[in-house]
């Protein structure tokens, strides 16, 4: 029997549903959550992505702001931007949109938000919360959305063989920290493999709950995967087909055909994985606003 598909739509959907609840209530007390994006150079994915989490903000009632800054913007315009926002009491998040422009470092921009507003989860202090299972930091989104989908689809996760395919800083090593933490939703036994790893498939085979965040279209095919596993592909790529109108079409990096044949259950691409982050990103930003208020 196919896999039963967990539908990130439709998970994204109670969460922002869930948010918005919880922005009311916010506002009620006089506090309106409020998130800034910042935005630099002109990347055509990254507009849509800044433009889908601004909707998502209105929709939840929350108060959203988009910077969008020049390519040419210098490292210190940059940090200034940040310094404003990190001073400005109606922004309870901030989020720099990456990739940056080349010129731009990256690890100095994150390291001059302010701990309590990175909703992103990149800041080095956020990161070290994570690992030792502080709840009061932020995790980064697309992890999160991973064990919320795991937990909302009634995934038992104490004691499996997690494994991981990929080691990012974005999404492999927080869901180490994630899914090997003592507490609910996670308590799995964790594996995280790479480009050295010795045999893939070895490790890929072991996997209860297997989770694949590569950026390699289609490199997890069903031999890889154990009969009854839970896969969750964490993969967004754009690759080439004729066939469709726009001439492309997104996989992920998981064989979808063939794993679902092996899975017991399975997250498509698109509308798996991706629709989390988003919603995860609302939930993030609320609860900054929350602890901003001392709750
Ligand atoms: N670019 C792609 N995904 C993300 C994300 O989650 N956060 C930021 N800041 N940039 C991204």
């Given at each position: 029997?196919?896999?039963e598909?967990?539908?990130?739509?439709?998970?994204?959907?109670?969460?922002?549903?869930?948010?918005?609840?919880?922005?009311?209530k916010?506002?009620?007390?006089?506090?309106?959550?409020?998130?800034?994006v910042v935005?630099?150079?002109?990347?055509?994915?990254?507009?849509?992505?800044?433009?889908n989490?601004?909707?998502?903000c209105?929709?939840?009632?929350?108060?959203?702001?988009?910077?969008?800054?020049?390519?040419?913007?210098?490292?210190q315009?940059?940090?200034?931007?940040?310094?404003?926002?990190?001073?400005?009491?109606?922004?309870?998040?901030?989020?720099?949109?990456?990739?940056?422009?080349?010129?731009?470092?990256?690890?100095?921009?994150?390291?001059?938000?302010?701990?309590?507003?990175?909703?992103?989860?990149f800041?080095p202090v956020?990161?070290?919360?994570?690992l030792?299972?502080?709840?009061?930091?932020?995790?980064?989104?697309?992890?999160?959305?991973?064990?919320?989908?795991?937990?909302?689809?009634?995934?038992?996760?104490?004691?499996?063989?997690?494994?991981?395919v990929?080691?990012?800083?974005i999404?492999?090593?927080?869901m180490?920290?994630?899914?090997?933490?003592?507490?609910?939703?996670?308590?799995?036994?964790?594996?995280?493999?790479?480009?050295?790893?010795?045999?893939?498939?070895?490790?890929?085979?072991?996997a209860?709950?297997?989770?694949?965040?590569?950026?390699?279209?289609?490199?997890?095919?069903?031999?890889?995967?154990?009969?009854?596993?839970?896969?969750?592909?964490?993969?967004?790529n754009?690759?080439e087909?004729?066939?469709?109108?726009?001439?492309?079409?997104?996989?992920?990096d998981?064989d979808?055909?063939?794993?679902?044949e092996?899975?017991?259950?399975?997250?498509?691409?698109?509308?798996?994985?991706?629709?989390?982050?988003?919603?995860?990103?609302?939930?993030?930003?609320?609860r900054?606003?929350?602890?901003?208020?001392?709750?």
């Amino acid at each position: 029997m196919p896999a039963e598909l967990i539908d990130g739509n439709v998970i994204a959907r109670s969460i922002r549903d869930e948010v918005a609840l919880d922005v009311a209530k916010l506002v009620a007390r006089g506090i309106q959550p409020g998130l800034a994006v910042v935005l630099v150079g002109d990347d055509p994915a990254s507009e849509v992505y800044v433009r889908n989490k601004g909707r998502a903000c209105d929709e939840a009632g929350m108060h959203s702001v988009t910077i969008n800054m020049p390519a040419t913007t210098t490292q210190q315009e940059l940090l200034a931007q940040v310094k404003h926002l990190n001073d400005d009491p109606a922004i309870h998040g901030i989020l720099v949109q990456m990739p940056l422009p080349k010129h731009l470092d990256a690890d100095v921009v994150i390291r001059s938000i302010l701990p309590a507003k990175d909703v992103d989860g990149f800041h080095p202090v956020n990161v070290g919360k994570n690992l030792i299972g502080d709840r009061d930091g932020f995790v980064p989104c697309t992890p999160a959305g991973v064990q919320e989908m795991l937990a909302r689809s009634g995934t038992v996760t104490k004691g499996k063989e997690c494994v991981i395919v990929g080691r990012s800083n974005i999404v492999g090593k927080p869901m180490m920290a994630l899914m090997v933490q003592n507490g609910a939703n996670a308590n799995a036994t964790v594996t995280v493999c790479h480009s050295a790893t010795r045999d893939l498939k070895e490790h890929t085979l072991r996997a209860d709950i297997l989770i694949v965040a590569a950026g390699k279209p289609k490199m997890v095919t069903g031999d890889m995967v154990r009969k009854g596993a839970v896969v969750i592909d964490v993969g967004i790529n754009r690759i080439e087909d004729p066939s469709t109108k726009s001439g492309f079409r997104l996989v992920g990096d998981v064989d979808f055909a063939s794993a679902r044949e092996r899975a017991s259950k399975i997250t498509p691409v698109p509308g798996g994985v991706g629709p989390m982050t988003i919603a995860m990103l609302l939930k993030n930003t609320v609860r900054a606003a929350e602890q901003s208020a001392g709750r």
